[in-house]
């Protein structure tokens, strides 16, 4: 293939590699690690059809076993962010066995935020680095919407840096998932629409459908719990107030405690980054 011709194609197709395989880097990880901050609008693509999948509902329609179901699914799927990716694999609060990891690592890839090593990965280096330039998603050294949405676009924070999670890379099923981290997501959606399929079929009372089930049950309630996700690193840096005079800052809030099921309280997690519990007090809410 003529230069001229492979050299705009090698970047969307080093893309599509990296969306069957996220371990797929050409060159050396460690370099892009380093390179500057920017958008990579082919990283944009999963998040635009994400959102643009919620549109749907305007041929779908609603009823109330698919919002039921998409509220359910958000709740289920952030205490497998807040209890799972974020207190077992990024600081070992509580521990298990190795069977039990699988299924937690499972139940983690359904939330649709990559792989549970890229996830605790990033998460170590956060606390490491937190509001330093080297934050990934500091809102004080980067803007609000780059802490919230940006910084998932860029190349530099798409390989996992194994090395700093060896305690987690050397279980081989573990690593097999963070690879391969859209296999779980497609397998879910596709169980969500074959639920919406048999309900249409044995319970049509209930007026739903596999089409209309996929939409409210994995589109929105997936995109919904995204932004509830990174409204933890966009705003509680931000907003709320701070109990402890940590290096960073940290701050708690008790509306973002509501929606992320207890890691609003963000000040007191940094202060305390081993404890399993978030809220320290009866009145601080912390369902996870």
Known sequence: MPARIAAPLHRPLTALAQ????????GDPAALRQEPDRVDWMRCLPFLILHLGCLGVIWVGASAVAVWTAVALYFVRMFAVTGIYHRYFSHKTYSTSRAGQFLLALWGGTT???????????????????????????????????????????????????????????YPELVWLNRFDTVVPLLF??????????????????????????????????????????????????????????TDDSRNSFILALICLGEGWHNNHHRYQSSTRNGFYWWEIDIT
């Open 189 to 246: 959606a596709l169980a969500v629409f074959g639920t919406g399929e048999l309900l249409a079929v044995h319970a049509p009372g209930l007026g739903t459908n596999g089409w209309q089930l996929l939409v409210w049950g994995f589109f929105i309630s997936t995109t919904a719990l995204f932004h509830g996700t990174a409204c933890i690193n966009s705003m509680a840096h931000l907003m709320g107030r701070r109990r402890f005079n940590t």
């Open 19 to 26: 969306w069957i395989d996220s371990d797929y880097t050409p």
């Open 112 to 170: 649709v935020q990559r792989g549970a090593l890229w996830w605790a990965y990033h998460h170590r280096h956060h606390h490491q680095h937190s509001d330093d330039p080297e934050d990934a998603h500091s809102p004080h050294v980067h803007g609000f919407w780059w802490s919230h949405i940006g910084w998932i676009t860029s190349r530099r924070n798409f390989p996992t840096d194994y090395s700093t999670i060896k305690d987690l890379a050397r």
